[in-house]
């Protein structure tokens, strides 16, 4: 049997041609690559800029808002606010850190979350999520905020602005207690609430809050 074998010049020219192809699979391979690097790096920049941007801190009152209709523990050592909005999802890591300083309190502390609410959005959805807050920070004074109305006193601006009192109605601390937005972890708002209420002393009493505006009535 005989087999009629192609023209040596024309194997190069298939074997070039095969080596081009691959090439040019190789570079849109890595071209794409490229792409979805950027892509990451992007994205991972954009989330890192949402979760470490302050939100718009308290000008605290430097003694208990005399407006306020919060009824306090006066045989408590200390007197802490908390305010949050009820969409702010970034809230879960404030609670887990209000907890942390619960656990690590050695004083009587009076703690209050009012969750600012809104009489013209879902009620049911609101106080769901209020019975939640309650189970989650089982030691707190869980109560709705309609419109804001305690926070305006306050002049509290962020989800996750906490406040601590003296018994004396003196402002120990404003700020946030989480590192970042939605993160929970050591930080240094946390260090100085337990500080101020273990050891009666702190660094500082002004500190950063990550949050959702207790303002905007609605999240996507």
């Given at each position: 049997?005989?087999?009629?074998?192609?023209?040596?010049?024309?194997?190069?020219?298939?074997?070039?041609?095969l080596?081009?192809?691959?090439?040019?699979?190789?570079?849109t391979?890595?071209?794409?690559?490229?792409?979805?690097?950027v892509?990451?790096?992007?994205?991972?920049?954009?989330?890192?800029?949402?979760?470490?941007?302050?939100?718009?801190?308290?000008?605290?009152?430097?003694?208990?808002?005399?407006?306020?209709?919060?009824?306090?523990?006066?045989?408590?050592?200390?007197?802490?606010?908390?305010?949050?909005h009820?969409?702010?999802?970034?809230s879960?890591?404030?609670?887990?850190?209000?907890?942390?300083?619960?656990?690590?309190?050695?004083?009587?502390?009076?703690?209050?979350i009012?969750?600012?609410?809104?009489?013209?959005l879902?009620?049911?959805?609101?106080e769901?999520?209020?019975?939640?807050?309650?189970?989650?920070?089982?030691?707190?004074?869980?109560?709705?905020?309609?419109n804001?109305?305690?926070?305006?006193?306050?002049?509290?601006?962020?989800?996750?602005?906490?406040?601590l009192?003296?018994r004396?109605?003196?402002?120990l601390?404003?700020?946030?207690?989480?590192?970042?937005?939605?993160?929970?972890?050591?930080?240094?708002?946390?260090?100085?609430?337990?500080?101020?209420?273990?050891?009666?002393?702190?660094?500082?009493?002004?500190?950063?809050?990550?949050?959702?505006?207790?303002?905007e009535?609605?999240?996507?």
């Amino acid at each position: 049997m005989h087999f009629d074998l192609p023209p040596l010049h024309k194997l190069f020219m298939s074997l070039d041609q095969l080596s081009g192809g691959l090439i040019k699979t190789r570079n849109t391979l890595f071209i794409l690559f490229l792409c979805w690097v950027v892509l990451v790096i992007v994205g991972v920049t954009k989330l890192w800029l949402y979760a470490s941007t302050e939100g718009q801190a308290a000008h605290a009152l430097l003694v208990w808002p005399e407006n306020s209709h919060i009824q306090r523990d006066l045989n408590a050592d200390a007197t802490l606010v908390l305010f949050t909005h009820f969409g702010c999802s970034c809230s879960n890591a404030t609670f887990e850190e209000l907890n942390k300083i619960i656990a690590q309190s050695s004083k009587k502390l009076d703690i209050h979350i009012r969750v600012v609410t809104y009489e013209n959005l879902d009620a049911k959805l609101q106080e769901k999520k209020i019975r939640e807050i309650s189970q989650t920070v089982p030691n707190a004074k869980v109560m709705s905020d309609l419109n804001g109305v305690e926070a305006k006193y306050f002049d509290a601006k962020t989800s996750g602005q906490t406040f601590l009192y003296d018994r004396n109605s003196k402002l120990l601390f404003s700020g946030g207690i989480t590192p970042f937005r939605g993160h929970e972890g050591d930080n240094e708002g946390q260090k100085a609430i337990v500080g101020l209420i273990n050891e009666g002393h702190t660094e500082r009493n002004l500190y950063s809050v990550f949050g959702c505006s207790l303002f905007e009535e609605s999240f996507e």
